[in-house]
Nanobody
Framework: VQLQASGGGLVQAGGSLRLSCAAS????????MSWFRQAPGKEREFVAG????????SYADSVKGRFTISRDNVKNTVYLQMNSLKTEDTAVYYC?????????????????RGQGTLVTVSS
């Protein structure tokens, strides 16, 4: 079972990026999926999560109104649309999946945790 994040890169402040997380090895349509990030010298933090049905989402206060999480269960992929990026959004972004119906804000609670993709926002 693998979660592969992609879409990171270098962008100027105020710009946009869309991250993707492709799941393989099993069907994740019944899994809660979330994004986390870890900035240099900081702990990993919750960014956004989405329930398996897309009926429920959750966002960190720092990204509300700027980031949108969505999923395509046919493609086994979750997305993170990031708009109005700020330099403080610079981090490695990770995706995670769990069968529990709740959206956990703790990285350790997720059954499957993927590799990250680097997002760098320049001023």
């Amino acid at each position: 079972v693998q979660l592969q994040a992609s879409g990171g890169g270098l962008v100027q402040a105020g710009g946009s990026l869309r991250l993707s997380c492709a799941a393989s090895g099993r069907t994740f349509s019944r899994y809660t999926m979330s994004w986390f990030r870890q900035a240099p010298g900081k702990e990993r933090e919750f960014v956004a999560g989405i329930s398996w049905s897309s009926g429920s989402t959750s966002y960190a206060d720092s990204v509300k109104g700027r980031f949108t999480i969505s999923r395509d269960n046919v493609k086994n992929t979750v997305y993170l649309q990031m708009n109005s990026l700020k330099t403080e959004d610079t981090a490695v972004y990770y995706c995670a999946a769990d069968r529990d119906g709740r959206i956990w804000a703790s990285w350790a609670r997720y059954e499957y945790r993927g590799q990250g993709t680097l997002v760098t926002v320049s001023s």
